[in-house]
């Protein structure tokens, strides 16, 4: 079985990175470990949580359910590369203004995955809460708490996570 | 993770070269695989990383119909023009699955090849003849909440979990499957999926070596399509009991009732039997449990999952009565 060399490395937060030696390095310890880009955090590791999610190339995935070595010249944006506590996303100053969070710990994928799931309202791809799948979309509570059915916060703050991701789209669409 | 050898072909013959041997496996979208290589439930020697093939494509076919890629990913079949207007079923059943993060991953053929989620598979100290055979089965007379009422055997009582496949057994889809050196071959979904029987470690028809492309809907029927998913929580759970239906009314009477079941067998279950009974009827709540009866005449339950034999019924019933129009 051949070794595969990789010639293009994986872009994350715009900087290049080589990929891993080991193939069973998940894109979720491969971002904390040897990238040191911690703000990923790991949950269950098995896709069921999604405090792990990132955006590859524009769309959410659980970096836990990913191997990093199927990531060459891929294109990923993690908590840090959406914004800093200098100058926050609109959806970091969302959750931050609307107290979506308790612990803190679910809330990087929380982040990650409104702000890619906004794009694809805006999209306009059908969700199941959607009543017709022809669109339009609008952000109601219904459809964005199917969307973020993926996103599990064991503190509960779900009325606020909904209430700051309401703000931005209101927001998007004004 | 048991360590192991990664490899990514350049091209389809390459792929099936590759993964011809025994202890390799395939890989797409790996959000089914890499969970169940966490567990050690799956343990290949080699893993072949087959996403750089061209397999992605969702395109118009002859007959007018749709060929879906293997690579597609569940978010953009959902997603096509073609699907969400001229087979919807598809699209429902899609969104009806996993959550937005999965799908964006999960592929057509990935999606197919899923493994069943009973616990004992899942869980390598407990005995399991599907991970294990011979092993024994600890879903019989153990926790069996999830598990089939249809088409069971002494050996094994496990679901196929997905909802995909279910709709397209409704729309009598076709499986496209190749191998090294030899002409594709095409299977139906209804086939596609085994019967656990005596082998049930065998979840479906494919072969070592053999990759499938893509999956090809016929032209589109005229009927309404339904997708009805009964579950435990209304996101991101599997289904109890799932009912895929393309049904046509003509003169007030049922002219095609083309149904598929999730949750309740080994595969995507679909009974030949219940179109010749429905077709020709005038719908009603009798005509409906009469259908239920033919359906489940052989189910049998496990305890914990007793109830499904009336939810099927209910389910079927509250389905036909949507796509029919009569008041239950």
């Given at each position: 079985m051949?070794?595969?060399?990789?010639i293009?490395?994986?872009?994350?937060?715009?900087?290049?990175?080589?990929l891993?030696?080991?193939?069973?390095?998940?894109l979720?310890?491969?971002?904390?470990?040897?990238?040191g880009?911690?703000?990923?955090?790991?949950?269950?590791?098995h896709?069921?949580?999604?405090?792990?999610?990132?955006?590859?190339?524009g769309?959410?995935i659980?970096?836990?359910?990913?191997l990093a070595?199927?990531?060459?010249?891929?294109?990923?944006?993690?908590i840090?590369?959406?914004?800093t506590?200098?100058?926050?996303?609109?959806?970091q100053?969302?959750?931050?203004e609307?107290?979506?969070?308790q612990c803190g710990?679910?809330t990087p994928?929380?982040?990650?995955?409104?702000?890619?799931?906004?794009?694809?309202?805006a999209?306009?791809?059908?969700?199941?809460?959607s009543?017709s799948l022809?669109g339009?979309?609008k952000?109601?509570?219904e459809?964005?708490?199917?969307?973020?059915?993926?996103?599990?916060?064991r503190?509960?703050?779900?009325a606020?996570?909904?209430?700051?991701?309401s703000?931005?789209?209101?927001?998007?669409?004004a | 993770?048991?360590?192991?050898?990664?490899?990514?072909?350049?091209s389809?013959?390459?792929a099936?070269?590759?993964?011809?041997?025994e202890?390799?496996?395939?890989i797409?979208g790996?959000?089914?695989l890499?969970?169940?290589?966490?567990l050690?439930v799956?343990t290949?020697?080699?893993?072949?990383?087959?996403n750089?093939?061209t397999?992605?494509?969702?395109?118009?076919?002859d007959?007018?119909?749709l060929?879906?890629g293997?690579?597609?990913?569940?978010?953009?079949?959902a997603?096509h023009d073609?699907?969400?207007?001229d087979?919807p079923?598809?699209?429902r059943?899609i969104?009806?699955g996993a959550?937005?993060?999965?799908r964006?991953?999960?592929?057509?053929g990935?999606?197919?090849?899923?493994?069943?989620?009973?616990?004992?598979?899942?869980?390598?100290?407990?005995?399991?003849?599907?991970?294990?055979?011979?092993s024994?089965?600890?879903?019989?007379?153990?926790?069996?909440?999830l598990h089939?009422?249809l088409?069971?055997?002494?050996h094994?009582?496990?679901?196929?979990?997905g909802?995909m496949?279910?709709?397209?057994?409704?729309?009598d889809?076709q499986?496209?499957?190749t191998?090294e050196?030899?002409?594709?071959r095409?299977v139906?979904?209804?086939?596609?999926?085994?019967?656990?029987?005596d082998?049930?470690e065998?979840d479906?028809v494919?072969?070592?070596?053999?990759?499938?492309t893509g999956v090809?809907?016929?032209?589109?029927v005229e009927?309404?399509?339904?997708?009805?998913?009964?579950r435990?929580?209304?996101?991101?759970?599997?289904?109890?009991?799932?009912v895929?239906?393309?049904?046509?009314?003509t003169?007030?009477r049922?002219s095609?009732?083309?149904?598929a079941?999730g949750g309740?067998?080994h595969?995507p279950?679909h009974d030949?039997?219940?179109?010749?009974?429905?077709?020709g009827e005038?719908?009603s709540a009798?005509?409906f449990?009469?259908?239920?009866d033919?359906?489940?005449?052989d189910?049998?339950?496990?305890?914990?999952?007793?109830f499904?034999i009336?939810?099927?019924?209910?389910a079927l019933a509250?389905t036909l009565?949507d796509?029919?129009?009569?008041?239950?």
């Open positions: 051949m070794k595969l060399e990789f293009v490395p994986i872009t994350i937060n715009n900087t290049a990175h080589p891993p030696d080991d193939p069973r390095t998940s979720l310890d491969f971002l904390r470990r040897d990238c880009l911690t703000g990923t955090k790991k949950g269950c590791d896709g069921q949580c999604g405090a792990c999610t990132v955006i590859v190339n769309q959410r659980n970096s836990c359910l990913s070595v199927m990531h060459d010249g891929d294109s990923v944006t993690t840090e590369g959406l914004g506590p200098d100058a926050p996303s609109p959806m100053k969302a959750f931050l609307h107290d979506g969070f710990y679910c994928g929380q982040i990650c995955s409104a702000t890619a799931m906004l794009q694809e309202i999209n306009n791809m059908p969700s199941d809460a009543e022809d339009p979309i952000p109601t509570p459809e964005i708490r199917e969307r973020m059915s993926g996103n599990l916060c503190c509960g703050a779900y606020n996570i909904i209430a700051a991701i703000e931005v789209a209101e927001g998007d669409a | 993770m048991r360590p192991f050898q990664y490899a990514r072909p350049d389809l013959d390459h099936t070269q590759l993964t011809a041997p202890d390799t496996m395939a797409a790996g959000t089914n890499i969970d169940l290589m966490k050690q799956e290949p020697q080699e893993l072949i990383d087959i750089r093939l397999m992605g494509e969702i395109a118009d076919t007959d007018g119909g060929r879906i293997a690579l597609a990913t569940n978010t953009a079949t997603a073609r699907v969400r207007s087979y079923l598809l699209a059943a969104l009806a959550t937005q993060q999965l964006n991953k999960a592929t057509t990935g999606n197919l090849c899923q493994r069943t989620r009973c616990y004992y598979f899942t869980n390598i100290d407990q005995p399991c003849n599907k991970r294990d055979p011979g024994g089965c600890g879903a019989i007379k153990g926790i069996a909440r089939a009422i088409g069971t055997s002494n094994c009582i496990a679901t196929y979990p909802d496949a279910v709709a397209m057994a409704a729309l889809a499986v496209l499957i191998r050196g030899e002409k594709e095409t139906p979904v209804r086939d596609f999926h085994r019967l656990p029987g082998t049930p065998k479906n494919l072969e070592a070596g053999e990759i499938i090809t809907l016929p032209a589109p009927g309404k399509q339904i997708y009805r998913k009964v435990e929580r209304s996101s991101y759970a599997f289904a109890l009991v799932s895929a239906a393309v049904v046509a009314m003169d007030g049922i095609r009732a083309n149904l079941f309740i067998a595969k279950w030949p039997r219940l179109s010749e009974l429905l077709v005038t719908p009798a005509v449990d009469k259908a239920a033919l359906l489940l005449e189910a049998q339950g496990y305890g914990e999952n007793d499904k009336p939810l099927t019924r209910r509250a009565a796509a029919t129009g009569v008041e239950l």
